[in-house]
Nanobody
């Protein structure tokens, strides 16, 4: 399974960005997908995840009122829509996947995910 994250950029506080994680190599529908981020000098942290079905999602408290996650079946990808961005959202964002049961979320621990994409950088200025 290969994952490719894209959509990062430099924006001002309050702006929106949409990140995309394209999954290839195996059947997209077999995998739950999560997003993580790592700010400079900090450990990587969980951001959001979505089940295979798309019906179950989970967010970190710091983003749950501002970010949404969805599966884009036609593109074999998972979209992370980030609204009302804050400077503290500045980080490299990574997507990860795990073969899972239909409605399951792999969790917030990065060790629960088997496949990772490269990061895409998001910079939010005040």
């Amino acid at each position: 399974v290969q994952l490719q994250a894209s959509g990062g950029g430099a924006v001002q506080a309050g702006a929106s960005l949409r990140l995309s994680c394209r999954v290839s190599g195996r059947m997209f529908s077999n995998y739950a997908v999560g997003w993580f981020r790592q700010a400079p000098g900090k450990e990587r942290e969980f951001v959001a995840a979505i089940s295979r079905s798309g019906g179950n999602t989970y967010f970190a408290d710091s983003v749950k009122d501002r970010f949404t996650i969805s599966r884009v079946i036609a593109e074999n990808s998972v979209s992370l829509r980030m609204n009302s961005l804050k400077p503290e959202d500045t980080a490299a964002y990574y997507c990860a996947a795990k073969q899972s049961n239909w409605g399951a979320i792999p969790g917030t621990n990065e060790r629960h995910y088997d496949y990772w994409g490269q990061g895409t950088l998001v910079t939010v200025s005040s």
